[in-house]
């Protein structure tokens, strides 16, 4: 069972490392290159703690073999604020609106929150709703993360009519 | 959890997949969106020593609707079903299944493939499939053969492919163009297999059900084509004891195991709601 050559875009960098073939995705991020914002909750698909984007879709990084992302370009929540620093309408949303208690969740959430208002980006409560479906939070009962959501569409939209 | 040692392929080709599979006899599994089996690995409940990942294979991902068939590639996602326009006007009973399996995420990667040809009886697009009396394309290393989605399944993770077998597509005849379509499914929540499922299609002609098929999801160890009922709604004007009767049919094949999702008696019983409703639904939306 040799090692096999791993080559990716994370975060807008080129990555390149020799691994298991059975090495998960989110064991990748987080043990060979630090990036421990995605979180391993249940680690049966459920839970949605591990969220990362790959290619421009939400996927769940506990249920992917590293190889499977081979020449992916592969996003973290590390890579969801500006390059400047300064936090993503996303990230400044929940903080504003309290989306996030004791924050077990919230990199899956907000890098899911972030694609589904690229997806849609006026959604309805609803849409909202269910476009974060894949992600479990057991503290907030989800109503703060909604109007964070709603918030940062809100937001976005300003900017973009700015622009 | 960490699933066993295996070593990993990447095919190009569908040739070079069916020889790796071939020369791996038994001890490779083909991987799709991986959603199934990877769980399974990590219990250890699969352990294969060859993984074979199809994703490069662009032969497996294209959807054609042409003249009286729809032909979709086994590694579409269940959200590029979702996505299809030409599925949606042609075929609508597949988009409205794909949004309720699983979840944003999972449909993003899971495929129509894995989905059917993994034997799961929980998995919802073996009837719509067997609603639609669709025909699976299986390739192996003595070439290609076709099977109806209907004399498919066997038993749970029993199915009539052959280890050495991939399943490349499905093909569905389109439906009439008036045809209406329901797919009603209970869960416990988002993401969860059905308590009980159940697929109508049907066709109306001057107040009467010209033609209907039935197929239900998760209440015996198979998918199962309920022909039964559908003969109860052909030839009626569909009221209400005619829906009585199919639901009588239909509660009659099921054989749902007593698990998590409620014992075996309720499933049945939902199994029956489902279709009541399903035939309801596709019933208004005829014509």
Redesign the interface.
Known sequence: MSKTHVKMTVNGNAVEALAEPRTLLIHFLREELNLTGPHIGCETSHCGACTVDINGNSVKSCTVFVGQAQDADVTTIEGVAHADGSLHAVQEAFRQHHGLQCGFCTPGMITRAWRLLQENPNPTEEEIRYGISGNLCRCTGYQNIVKAIQAAAEELAVKEAAE | ????????H?PRSLDEAVALLSDHSGDAFI?AG??SL??MM?LRMAAPEH?I?I?DISELTDITVSGDRITIGAAVTQ?RLIDSEDLASACPILREASLQI?????R??GTIGGNVANGDPGNDMPAIMQLLDAEYELRGSDGVRHIKARDFYEGAYFTARDEGEILTSVSIPVPADDHGYSYQKQKRK??DYATAAAGVVLTVTDGNCTSASIALTNVADTPLWAEDAANALIGTDLGPAHIAAAVDAARAITDPATDGRGPAEYRTHVAGIMVQRAIETAHERAG
Request: net charge negative; charged share 20%.
């Open positions: 959890m960490i699933p066993g040692s295996f070593d990993y990447r991987l991986g959603h990877i769980p990590k993984l990942d994703q959200s699983a979840d944003p995420q999972i993003n990667v988002i993401g």
